[in-house]
């Protein structure tokens, strides 16, 4: 939709969505651990309404040096929550995580761009998927 905004003469489109266009330092398994320097790192993802059945969901994405994530779902009774683990590594340039649940366990890869406290995935063709907002180093 925005190239089509902006092959239009849109300017109120926001930010390029590409990968080519990222502003920040794409994260590699190198640099990708200078994150830790404090031990693991918390980052926060929302989804905005409508892109689920309810309304915006708050998730907390924990990463850890020894390749472990966690995930959980924010104000919301335990009961009707969401929590999972998993592990992350990376192929190439190439970020890639295993959920135990979510994704029925299979394996996603992504790219990373670091953009002041922000990490924004992308897909494998490119396109900006999410951004996490690092809450804690």
Known sequence: MW???D???E???GENPSLEAAKGVRLTADNFKK??????FTARVRTPPGLTEKSEKSFTVSFFPDGKLSIFQENVP???GF???GEWWFEGGIFCNRWNRLRSGRKDCIYLVLD???IKTYTL??????QLKIIRE
Request: charged residues 35%; proline residues 0%.
């Open 7 to 9: 092959a239009a003469g």
């Open 11 to 13: 300017t109120e489109i």
């Open 78 to 80: 335990a009961e009707e």
């Open 116 to 118: 002041k406290k922000k």
């Open 35 to 40: 994150l830790f320097k404090k031990g693991h």
């Open 3 to 5: 190239l089509i905004l």
């Open 125 to 130: 063709n490119g396109t900006l998927d999410s």
């Open 83 to 85: 929590e999972d683990t």
